[in-house]
């Protein structure tokens, strides 16, 4: 069966220092992954997707980034930190599927920045 | 633009309550509808809905889609505090070779004793 694997639960991380999520897919090859971040209990906004290996399409501008070095690695970044970075971030990823597909998420990372 | 939209956004019910959720949306190439709950971290997948008038059910919970009305309700009866989450509603629409997930804000539903 296919899981998700997402770290660390919880970071708390100072202005300006660089930043490292990781999350990654077992059971599964060449999904579509996703970084989503979501602020005080409301709605997701897509940060970043990627349909493949160095493949990253983002979706607003910021301070993140993100890559794929793996078919079933992704991995959001940021050099420098900022306050508004605060929030509680989820990697998910679909099939390929040309049916519908639902996404199945990984368990968020609580991120403070202070 | 795309958009989702949920109702209410907060709901607070007494234990035993029936509780209707709605998720309106404005996509162009509409491909499917999905519901998700959320407690603490990961949202967790309830339905999906691509055609319209079926209702796919699943214990106290049951959800419909309406096309005609761009909407779908989910549906909660006899309503626990376990039931108290986050309930997210997306679309999935097609955009050239590709599809994405529309998010709605969510509805929070608190059960109370």
Known sequence: ?114 | EDKVVQSPLSLVVHEGDTVTLNCSYEVTNFRSLLWYKQEKKAPTFLFMLTSSGIEKKSGRLSSILDKKELSSILNITATQTGDSAIYLCAVEASAGNNRKLIWGLGTSLAVNP
């Open chain 1, 1 to 114: 069966s296919q899981t998700i694997h997402q770290w660390p639960a919880t970071l708390v991380q100072p202005v300006g220092s660089p930043l490292s999520l990781e999350c990654t897919v077992e059971g599964t090859s060449n999904p579509n992954l996703y970084w989503y971040r979501q602020a005080a209990g409301r709605g997701l906004q897509l940060l970043f997707y990627s349909v493949g290996i160095g493949q990253i399409s983002s979706e607003v501008p910021q301070n993140l980034s993100a890559s794929r070095p793996q078919d079933r690695q992704f991995i959001l970044s940021s050099k420098k930190l900022l306050l508004s970075d605060s929030g509680f971030y989820l990697c998910a990823w679909r099939g390929r599927q040309f049916l519908n597909t639902e996404a199945f998420f990984g368990q968020g990372t609580r991120l403070t920045v202070v």
